[in-house]
């Protein structure tokens, strides 16, 4: 199952064409060997280039390295075999000459899994914001085995540097130009797979117009070949057409103001691109919470504000909840609100967590989320509830989802979250995940 993923990247390697691919690497040197703190990796239609030392101190150093597609391939059938459940059932591993894979001068140990198991599509707009690509891709994370890894990097001294930078968290920004502070890095290794052929290059909006701006590759594809698929709607009224591409700019007139827009770029039958916009909302158009009893306890207070009310959570489902579940997930609308969407997500993902403790409680299995006196991670938890409560293995994926926002919101201080990603990358999830436990959870109201 978890290999399926590798199955996925080959079929987009074969879709669009890649030549190479750039590994962005950085590593600490701990004992004898190179660790990885950190790295990405970027396909590329074209050729590889030459290898880059970025900074290469004694136990320190940034690699650009780069190989052919063909080696890439390798890399990922490697990646297979070095799974961690495969070589190592207790869960620990280590670095010896069977489990590296040789990148430039440097043999690195890449023992992990695929955490998710989704390939995921950033349209070009976010892609540019948030990862500095200026490309639509697929994306897809590996995390290296915390056995494995540079884990707690040290505090590296490097001021003394031919360029001079505190730590390890400031020569990353310096040479990337993110915003990763100490405490978010994490141990993945992410692939970037960019489409070339065409994207969108802007878009303007004017009450019920729209104007699309295209760019495109004429050496890779024909305008011909291109089209654009828009999807319009408020709440009584939809706009959904297809249009063939004939000129780089495209005017469209949908009649009504719409709440929001989702455009969708093709070519032929590949998606190169896509943009959600939200920023048609009136101003004054509060989202506020309800306020809940559980029992004699109130939960929130209303907040009183001038406006239409239009909420984010299901409230009806949200007071069929546990009263510590209700204070979490009404914390996460008012932050919402208040436009605090990382705070949102993280209060999204503790919800869920705290479900599935009270579940393994009711059920008699909360000694399972304390081996060796150490509470374990949600990933773990997930596993064990699903496990036991056939019934939320339909829900399997949605809570890896919520899981993996509320994580990257914690961990990836240079990924920003959006409004878009809260009410339509999560909220419909989470919505069915609630749905799910109000089933399970048996609650006694005093």
Known sequence: MEFSITDSIMKIIESYDYRSAKFRLILVKQG??????????ILDISTPQENTTLMKEENFAIEDIYISIEDFKNFLYYLDTVYIGKISPDGKAEINDNVVFK?????LCFVGNYPGKEILFQGRKKAKEHYGIDAPFYSV????????????????????????????SEAINYFWGTKYEQHSINNYCSIYMPTFEASINSVTFKENTLDLKIDFDEKRVKLDDLSVGIIAENKSQEFRQKFPIDKKQINVDFKFIPDQVSIFLYYKSKKLDELNH???????????????SYGNESILEPSFVQGTVEELLDQDLVAKLPSQMQKLLLESEHAFNEGLHRAAVLLFRSAIEEGI?????????????????????????????????PSLNQVR???????????????????AINESDVTTNLEPKLRLILTKFVEEI???KS
């Open 278 to 292: 939200y920023d048609y909302k009136p101003e004054n158009t509060p989202r506020i919470s309800k306020r809940f």
């Open 357 to 389: 403790t009270i579940l393994l409680k009711q059920i008699g299995k909360e000694n399972e989320m304390y081996p060796d006196k150490f509470e374990v991670g949600l990933g773990r938890k997930i596993k064990l509830i699903t496990d036991y409560i």
């Open 141 to 168: 994370d590996y995390a290296i085995h915390s056995s494995i890894s540079a884990g707690s990097y040290p505090q590296l001294d490097l001021t003394g540097a031919k360029i001079p930078l505190r730590n390890a």
């Open 397 to 415: 994926s949605e809570l890896n989802d919520v899981k993996w926002f509320g994580d990257k919101a914690s961990h990836e201080a240079n990924m």
């Open 103 to 107: 990148l430039g001068s440097y043999k």
């Open 32 to 41: 004898n060997f190179w660790k990885i703190l950190i790295s990405r990796v």
């Open 442 to 444: 048996k609650i006694t």
